[in-house]
């Protein structure tokens, strides 16, 4: 490794560290997975400098894994396999921004944050909000989705283009800026949740969109998840304009009071967001309540008032540091199941069932509009003994989804720890052929080996 170092920091001068304290930084992300120290970071401000450390790298058989933010929750991140942490955090401009097309070219580095506060300025926003402000280019590896999915889609729907460095340092374009294509293969959608895996992005077109005239946000409760998921259902199907619709489960609203020093009542709830018009969504407001009242919601209440809408949707997202609060010193163990909305009552249920039966506290959220809910565990990542009971209730939460003709995860990706499920869920032969692709872009196999595939699947 030594060898490789010393090439590195010959063809890039400082922008190489071995500092401790920096790969320490870089050695693990949100998750409860054991952290690995790198050998080497790198900190990357041009696609040349991915190109070179890429073309090192693969000389030597030394793995790299990009990072962006160190906001994943399945270990995405982490060098499980030492090797070089490619750090693209310093390649944070944004580089051209079209209000005539609607979309924009970034670096993989720029935050959600960053970029929606400088489309602000052209009346834009672009809409994918996972909690975190995680980098763009994070974002577009592990397929990010989030609370507004319903409306605007995931990142998969969401990435136009990608400029990507493969395994040999190549660079190569995956797509034109062109709204739709039957050119060819679809590469881009190759890399967008392919985890680092298959190469380095280092460019990303984005569609964006016009901020609305009016954003209105409500609430309701319920007496129970049934009621609420049978009112989302129906408002999907009456096709309903709403941008966001989150269930918070009366577990989850008890440990946002205490963290955030909400007044929510302990009830189910569900957060509504409406984008549009004044009179669209006034209409689509009163639509909504209207659905929801009849299948047993109380207490709604709705708001414009923008200070008010941001303190009610931090509130959401407060919701996992709130839950991880229960236990001093835990980390958070994901959990992010995805199932056909008609079947998410069923599986909530279930889910809730299994808690207390198995006397696990694990308050609940989800995004209740495209079927995908999290539960809330939180664990030190030192009780072996804990984690493998939150082991076992995830191991049994994914095959509950499966059976239901869901997914194990809707948008924190496969990481380290659901490789197996992989396999479950869309069968070996499947795998085998991710595992092709795998090969043919990275023989060597230096692009964040252990994670997505197993190295043998059969």
């Given at each position: 490794m030594s060898m490789v170092i010393d090439e590195l920091k010959a063809a890039l001068g400082e922008k190489v560290s071995v500092n401790e304290t920096i790969r320490e930084h870089h050695s693990k992300d949100e998750s409860f997975h054991t952290p690995t120290l790198p050998e080497a970071v790198v900190f990357a401000t041009s696609t040349q400098d991915v190109a070179t450390t890429l073309r090192i790298c693969n000389d030597h058989r030394t793995p790299v894994v990009a990072?962006?933010?160190?906001?994943?929750?399945?270990?995405?991140?982490?060098?499980?396999?030492?090797?070089?942490?490619?750090?693209?955090?310093?390649?944070?401009?944004?580089?051209?921004?079209?209000?005539?097309?609607?979309?924009?070219?970034?670096?993989?580095?720029?935050?959600?944050?960053?970029?929606n506060e400088y489309l602000s300025r052209d009346g834009l926003f672009f809409p994918v909000d996972p909690g975190a402000d995680a980098t763009l280019g994070g974002m577009a590896s592990t397929g990010a989705s989030g609370t507004t999915t319903v409306k605007y889609g995931a990142m998969k729907q969401l990435v136009m283009s990608l400029t990507v460095v493969t395994a040999n340092g190549e660079i190569i374009t995956t797509s034109r800026r062109a709204r739709k294509t039957s050119a060819g293969y679809d590469l881009t959608h190759l890399f967008v949740g392919s985890e680092g895996t298959l190469g380095v992005i280092t460019e990303l077109t984005l569609r964006v969109f016009g901020i609305p005239e009016v954003i209105a946000a409500a609430t309701m409760q319920f007496d129970s998840v049934r009621e609420a998921i049978d009112g989302v259902i129906e408002a999907i199907q009456l096709n309903v304009g709403v941008a966001r619709i989150e269930l918070v489960d009366r577990e989850a609203v008890v440990a946002v009071n205490r963290h955030s020093g909400t007044d929510l009542p302990h009830k189910d709830l569900l957060l509504l967001e409406f984008?549009?018009?004044?009179?669209?969504?006034?209409?689509?407001?009163?639509?909504?309540?209207?659905?929801?009242?009849?299948?047993?919601?109380?207490?709604?209440?709705?708001?414009t008032d923008e200070a008010e809408r941001r303190k009610l949707w931090q509130a959401r997202h407060d919701a996992?540091?709130?839950?991880?609060?229960?236990?001093?010193?835990?980390?958070?163990?994901?959990?992010?199941?995805?199932?056909?909305?008609?079947?998410?009552?069923?599986?909530?249920?279930?889910?809730?069932?299994?808690?207390?039966?198995?006397?696990?506290?694990?308050?609940?959220v989800g995004h209740v509009g495209d079927g995908n809910f999290h539960v809330l565990l939180t664990a030190d990542p030192n009780d072996h003994?804990?984690?493998?009971?939150?082991?076992?209730?995830?191991?049994?939460?994914?095959?509950?989804?499966l059976s239901l003709e869901g997914t194990c995860t809707g948008e924190h990706g496969i990481g380290i720890g659901k490789i197996d499920y992989l396999v479950s869920e869309l069968g070996s032969e499947a795998v085998n052929v991710m595992a092709m692709i795998k090969a043919a872009l990275d023989p060597n196999c230096i692009m964040n080996p252990g994670k997505v595939i197993a190295e043998t699947v059969g």
């Open positions: 990072w962006g933010a160190g906001t994943s929750l399945e270990g995405n991140s982490t060098p499980v396999r030492g090797g070089v942490s490619l750090d693209l955090s310093q390649m944070d401009k944004i580089l051209r921004v079209s209000s005539e097309d609607l979309d924009c070219t970034i670096q993989p580095g720029v935050r959600r944050k960053q970029l984008h549009g018009s004044a009179e669209s969504t006034a209409l689509d407001i009163a639509a909504a309540r209207e659905v929801l009242e009849r299948h047993g919601g109380q207490g709604f209440k709705q708001t996992s540091l709130s839950c991880r609060a229960h236990q001093p010193g835990g980390r958070i163990f994901s959990t992010d199941v995805c199932v056909p909305i008609s079947r998410l009552s069923e599986c909530i249920e279930q889910t809730q069932k299994d808690l207390a039966e198995s006397k696990i506290y694990g308050p609940l003994a804990a984690i493998e009971r939150l082991e076992q209730f995830h191991t049994r939460l994914v095959k509950r989804a």
